[in-house]
């Protein structure tokens, strides 16, 4: 509905006529007079005059739609929304839900996003009047919901005022979805004429989820989404932290890999630091240069010369977002690891047992000392070994086991326990193929893969030994190895893996030179992850040398060949002491040590002994304040803790272990360290909202207050209508001109015969004059 904000200005409507008035004033009148020497002109000229009078006409419309669009223009016309009535004194109920997120700390010139925002939001304050009501929620993603500054409406805009002025950026993710939600339950109860909610924020994508029924607006309240992001963006974050094990083990390099990414329009090389335990001068210092919109990965290697718990930092130079410019992690070193090993060929000469290199290789730490506990029995007294004791059970060419202990090994690792398995010549594959692995067995069985074929011949084994008929030749095989008897090399490793992530740098372990004269061809079964591939024997990339697959709550892993040199030079390499160390410490590690990164703002459970009760647990926060542990509502672990607002290092204490602390760390989402935006204009916005028109996107955030009073009140035509009465105004004296020329020509000209036949004056040369027609004469009219 078109409505008027000035109607009284309409009066000048009436100005409309003045160029018609002045027309009709200053028309000629002319006498008529008939000539018989000239009435054969008569009929030309008669048309030549009535297409004068038409142009002429023309410019009096021109004219006079120049005053009247003048006129309208100052009566202000505004469009209004549908079901909307023009209301200066309207009520109106308001909900500012800000973005103090922290993308909203990104700085350009001295001014950060979330000031622009709260600059908005004081102009929507100051559209409000006395008896008006409003509220504030942050859009920060807290655990739970939104903060609610107000939680009812309040008519004390003082107090609003002063809640925005006291805003910060916090180092939490976004949640706009959310907010908008907590807004619209807020506005439920308001009988006021207008309710408004007004969203002011970067708008980045990652803040917005919701699905159909979220997105659609089902009442009429109107829904600003007023954009604050930055011009141009220059920021690199560290926006993710990754190690080799979730708990290193003492003396044994450690990999740390952070991912850096610049989410800048120019490329960048910024310098990447590993701080470990708090020091101030880092432990390792490396340059990275990222591509524009792209991120890099920068590795870094730290040993650990004692146990226990250990925390640090990746950081990064500083830029216009100082959030995002470190990253935190924590783990457990470990200076003690039992393992029990089923010796499945053991011998009285200790170079030809079966765990003679794993043992030694487990044994062997700094000054004499070795973290790992390697206890071993035989196949026979595997049942009757206590495997909770234990984190990590490992075959070794073990041949079988009885079902009984078959059934004890499943409930073992269903519970959290870890099993590695070696082959070698004293295995039975039918009975790992049938107990071991199937769909009747639980989780589809233990091992990660069936077994099929012996590739290769084992130097210890006749050419076809009884009892194992799938040992093939070696020369079924195409590729060699480093001597005449292999048959084939490691030729790809998974580095992304935690366990073998160190590998990547050839001087801590190159597991190329790894030869084998014999290893089992593995088929990996439903849900299992190929680590390591062989050279030969498969068919796609080689055939798979590890496999590991989930088997409830632990983990299982299968290699290919022995653990000892029967069938692989492997354990007289120099990469077989880190290979084993790695897989130990991967498999043997606790539960807790498994729990990923935390992010700000989230509830982190708090695991404990639940046969010893309940205990009161404190947690020490990066500032070093101290908050408590409460129960949730998560039975499988009770006890959790909400106050992550801080990245950075939180310390556990239970009562009564005061001496063993254990750390958990939070940190920045990711995401924002990415601005790319959820919509740009108003066409993305009714697009994103189903095109509702109750949805306005306010690009700028300093115009909110006139894209406020559009959208209540109605669309403002009068800068339209002042452009076309400017148009207009320019358009009027070259038609005029133009209409002059044609038919008039310029003072002193005498039109030439076929002027006079047409009737039109056409351009002329400078200085050129017509030359006067026999028989005319120059200053007669015509009528």
Not at 581 to 598: H, N, V
Request: glycine share 8%.
């Amino acid at each position: 509905m078109l409505t008027f904000l000035s109607p009284l200005f309409l009066i000048g409507l009436a100005s409309a006529a003045i160029p018609l008035i002045i027309h009709l004033t200053r028309s000629r009148r002319t006498k008529k007079m008939q000539f018989s020497t000239t009435r054969f002109f008569t009929d030309q000229f008669l048309r030549s005059y009535r297409m004068s009078q038409v142009k002429e006409l023309l410019l009096l419309l021109v004219r006079m739609a120049l005053c009247a669009l003048f006129a309208v223009a100052l009566a202000k016309p505004l469009l209004q929304p549908p079901g909307r009535s023009l209301l200066f004194g309207q009520s109106r109920s308001v909900v500012l839900v800000i973005d103090n997120s922290a993308s909203m700390g990104y700085s350009e010139g001295g001014v950060t996003l979330l000031d622009r925002a709260r600059n908005a939001a004081r102009q929507v304050l100051d559209s409000l009047e006395q008896g008006h009501t409003a509220s504030v929620v942050l859009a920060a993603r807290r655990a739970g919901v939104p903060e609610v500054v107000f939680p009812e409406l309040t008519p004390d805009l003082g107090d609003v005022r002063q809640a925005i002025d006291r805003l910060t950026a916090t180092h939490l993710g976004t949640d706009l979805s959310g907010a908008v939600a907590v807004a619209r339950r807020l506005l439920q109860p308001s009988k006021a004429d207008s309710r408004e909610i007004y969203v002011f924020s970067d708008l980045q994508a990652t803040g917005w989820e919701f699905d159909q029924e979220k997105r659609a607006v089902k009442d009429n309240t109107l829904l600003f989404l007023v954009r604050t992001a930055p011009e141009s963006v220059r920021n690199a974050g560290v926006t993710a932290v990754q190690y080799g094990t979730a708990r290193p083990m003492l003396g044994v390099p450690f990999a740390v890999r952070a991912a850096v990414r610049n989410d800048g329009d120019e490329p960048r090389t910024v310098t990447a630091r590993l701080f470990i335990d708090g020091d101030k001068d880092p432990v390792g210092e490396r340059k990275v240069e990222t591509a524009a919109n792209r991120w890099q990965i920068v590795r870094f290697h730290h040993t650990f010369a004692k146990g226990g718990w250990h925390s640090g930092k990746v950081t990064i130079d500083a830029d216009n977002l100082a959030a995002d410019n470190e990253r935190y992690f924590a783990f457990e070193v470990q200076d003690s690891i039992r393992v029990l090993a089923v010796n499945g060929a053991p011998s009285a000469v200790p170079r030809t047992d079966e765990l003679f290199f794993f043992r030694t290789a487990l044994t062997v730490g700094p000054e004499g000392e070795s973290p790992v506990r390697v206890d071993v029995v035989n196949a026979a007294n595997f049942e009757s070994a206590k495997l909770n004791e234990y984190p990590l059970v490992v075959w070794a060419n073990v041949e079988s086991l009885p079902a009984g202990a078959v059934e004890k090994l499943e409930q073992y690792v269903d519970a959290g326990g870890n099993l590695l398995v070696f082959l070698g010549d004293h295995v039975n594959p039918e009975f790992y193929n049938r107990t071991l692995t199937g769909p009747t067995r639980l989780h589809g069985g233990l091992l990660p893969a069936r077994l099929d074929v012996v590739v290769g011949q084992a130097a210890s084994l006749p050419a076809n030994p009884a009892g194992n008929p799938s040992i093939r030749p070696a020369h079924s095989v195409g590729q060699a190895g480093s001597s005449p008897h292999d048959v084939a090399f490691v030729a790809a490793v998974d580095y992304d893996h935690p366990a073998l992530a160190t590998f990547e740098d050839p001087k801590f372990g190159n597991l190329s030179n790894v030869s084998f004269r014999a290893f089992y061809r593995l088929e990996p079964t439903e849900g299992a992850t190929v680590l390591m591939r062989s050279s030969a024997g498969g068919t796609s990339g080689g055939s798979p040398l590890l496999v590991e697959k989930r088997f409830g709550q632990g983990r299982t892993m299968l290699f290919a060949s022995t653990v000892d040199r029967d069938w692989t030079n492997f354990p007289v390499r120099p990469s077989y002491l880190p290979w084993v160390y790695r897989l130990t410490s991967y498999l043997a590690q606790e539960r807790l040590a498994r729990l990923p990164f935390f992010l700000t703002g989230s509830r982190v459970p708090i695991p404990f002994s639940a046969g010893e009760g309940l205990p009161q647990v404190t947690v020490k926060k990066p500032d070093g304040t101290a908050g408590r542990a409460v129960l949730g509502n998560d039975p499988a672990s009770p006890l959790e803790f909400a106050d992550t607002t801080e990245p950075g290092v939180y310390v556990i204490t239970e009562q009564g272990r005061e001496s063993s602390p254990r750390l958990f760390v939070a940190n920045l989402d990711g995401d924002e360290s990415r601005f790319e935006p959820l919509l740009t204009s108003q066409a993305e916005a009714k697009d994103v909202f189903e095109d509702d028109s109750r949805v306005a996107f306010v690009a700028d955030a300093s115009r909110v207050a006139e894209a406020s009073i559009a959208a209540r009140r109605g669309f403002g035509l009068w800068d339209a209508l002042l452009f076309a009465a400017l148009t207009t105004a320019l358009l009027e004296p070259w038609l005029a001109n133009r209409i002059s020329m044609r038919h008039y020509g310029p003072p002193g000209t005498v039109p030439t015969q076929a002027e006079r036949r047409t009737g039109r004056i056409g351009r002329r040369p400078a200085g050129a004059r017509a030359q006067p027609a026999s028989g005319a004469a120059s200053e007669t009219s015509f009528s």
